[in-house]
């Protein structure tokens, strides 16, 4: 029993030690913030949208000369700012900087290395403010576009989360449970572009389809799943009904 007080001791002190060490920084930081005087060319440049991973978008503005993000629903992100262009992202744990690709000219911001602070690395890339994600485009209903979207991401990276077959099923499902029949049949759609040797997205097409109201589409895509899978048991079920009625 004292070996287990004396180890839960051990373990605390480790955290509190850990939680002053990052109070610490915090201080430290916030210490250096303030003071900073944008010019408007550096507003100019780096105002915008940059492109945080290949379906999220982060947002710079500035008011009233203050730097401010908007990034994953949360907007008015106040950075703790280090000089005109190192600041500190709290909700990240990350410091980051405004940088520009000395041969292409592109605007980026890059993730400040904790080992290698000198270093430079090109993490956000800076897009134009009517470029729109994947995601951007479903929410606006422009599937064509999203779909492009979702390939080109599928091309540059094959094992991207964001082209997931079980992530846009997830999407879909999402989408018939609130009712949206016409948006889950767009999303499983896309789904069958990029998977069309899956018998699973032609299942949960048809699905979709059923639940619409639209049994003949329906039952042509579970003849397309069973035809991939013929141990499709929901398929063969609503086939064998369908060719009884």
């Given amino acids: 029993m004292r070996l287990f ?22 201080l430290v930081l916030v210490s250096c913030s303030g003071g900073v005087e944008y010019s408007q060319e550096h507003i100019a440049q780096t105002s915008g949208r940059y492109l945080f991973n290949h379906d999220d978008i982060m947002e710079v503005y500035y008011k009233n000369d203050a730097l401010f993000l908007k990034w994953r629903g949360a907007e008015n992100i106040k950075p703790v700012v280090l ?5 500190f992202v709290a909700d990240m744990y990350n410091k980051l900087r405004f940088i520009e690709h000395p041969e292409t000219k592109k605007r ?3 993730v400040v290395s904790k080992n290698n602070p000198d270093s430079i690395s090109y993490d956000y890339k800076k897009v134009a403010n009517t470029y729109k994600t994947p995601s951007m485009h479903i929410k606006d209903k422009e599937y064509k576009q999203a779909y492009e979207g979702f390939l080109a991401i599928r091309n540059e990276d094959s094992t991207s989360e964001y082209v997931n077959e079980w992530t846009f099923n997830r999407l879909g499902y999402n ?10 049949i767009e999303v499983f ?28 589409q329906a039952l042509n895509n579970y003849k397309k799943a069973l035809e991939l899978n013929t141990g499709n048991k929901r398929a063969k079920r609503f086939i064998e009904a369908y060719d009884k009625d």
């Fill in 175 to 184: 989408l018939l449970r609130e009712k949206n029949y016409d948006d889950a």
């Fill in 189 to 216: 759609k896309m789904n069958v572009e990029l998977y069309p040797e899956s018998d699973n997205v032609y299942d949960s097409l048809a699905d979709a389809f059923l639940r619409s109201g639209d049994s003949l």
């Fill in 83 to 87: 000089d005109e262009n190192t600041f």
């Fill in 108 to 110: 980026y911001i890059g």
């Fill in 5 to 26: 007080f004396v180890k839960l001791l051990l373990t605390n002190t480790l955290y509190m030690k850990s939680i002053l060490a990052n109070l610490c920084l915090l």
